[in-house]
T-cell receptor
Framework: KAGVTQTPRYLIKTRGQQVTLSCSPI?????VSWYQQTPGQGLQFLFE???????NKGNFPGRFSGRQFSNSRSEMNVSTLELGDSALYLC?????????????FGPGTRLTVL | KNEVEQSPQNLTAQEGEFITINCSYS?????LHWLQQHPGGGIVSLFM???GKKKHGRLIATINIQEKHSSLHITASHPRDSAVYIC??????????FGAGTRLTVKP
């Protein structure tokens, strides 16, 4: 089975722009979660989608949003980029939602905001 | 204050040594995860547990719900075990919080 894939792997944007990241889960997995990792804050939970619905959300501003499609693929969008949004963005998929199932992580998208 | 505390922050061991990494959390949890992150960023889930003990190869994870504490043990450590190990907890099935990680270096 193919693992979780994320595109693009690297991205450079400037302040004020917006960005969309994509995540394709393992076949059969219906839950996709997103995480931000920075040197200062470490790993933080962004949100979880299951069956095209956002089920859980971390403590991030509304500039961070996401969606999930009927094939379980998910996208994450960050609008009005700030320097502090520079981070590694990871997605993970699992069979069930609720963050109590084994999470299978993708390789991440490294976003640099200039 | 981080709700998930890991210790030690850094750990250097000689090949073959027995290693223990500890994780403490503050309130009741739905599940606890042990993750491994290699240089370059890729994260692998090692264990997900809500009670008792799990074993996979040379890795053992235990959790004590009453004491709000979990340990990850590596027996017969090897240089390929060098990585950052991260403890994460799920609260109320709707939030996940992460420890700061333990950077393990195993020297041959």
């Amino acid at each position: 089975k193919a693992g979780v894939t994320q595109t693009p792997r690297y991205l450079i944007k400037t302040r004020g722009q917006q960005v969309t990241l994509s995540c394709s889960p393992i076949s059969g997995h219906r839950s996709v979660s997103w995480y931000q990792q920075t040197p200062g804050q470490g790993l933080q939970f962004l949100f979880e989608y299951f069956s095209e619905t956002q089920r859980n959300k971390g403590n991030f501003p509304g500039r961070f949003s996401g969606r999930q499609f009927s094939n379980s693929r998910s996208e994450m969008n960050v609008s009005t980029l700030e320097l502090g949004d520079s981070a590694l963005y990871l997605c993970a998929s699992s069979l069930e939602w609720g963050l109590t199932d084994t999470q299978y992580f993708g390789p991440g998208t490294r976003l640099t905001v200039l | 204050k981080n709700e998930v505390e890991q210790s030690p922050q850094n750990l250097t061991a000689q090949e073959g040594e027995f290693i223990t990494i500890n994780c403490s959390y503050s309130v009741g949890i739905s599940a606890l995860h042990w993750l491994q992150q290699h240089p370059g960023g890729g994260i692998v889930s090692l264990f997900m547990l809500s009670s008792g003990k799990k074993k996979h190869g040379r890795l053992i994870a235990t959790i004590n719900i009453q004491e709000k504490h979990s340990s990850l043990h590596i027996t017969a450590s090897h240089p390929r075990d060098s990585a950052v190990y991260i403890c994460a907890v799920t609260y109320n099935n709707n939030d996940m919080r992460f420890g700061a990680g333990t950077r393990l270096t195993v020297k041959p």
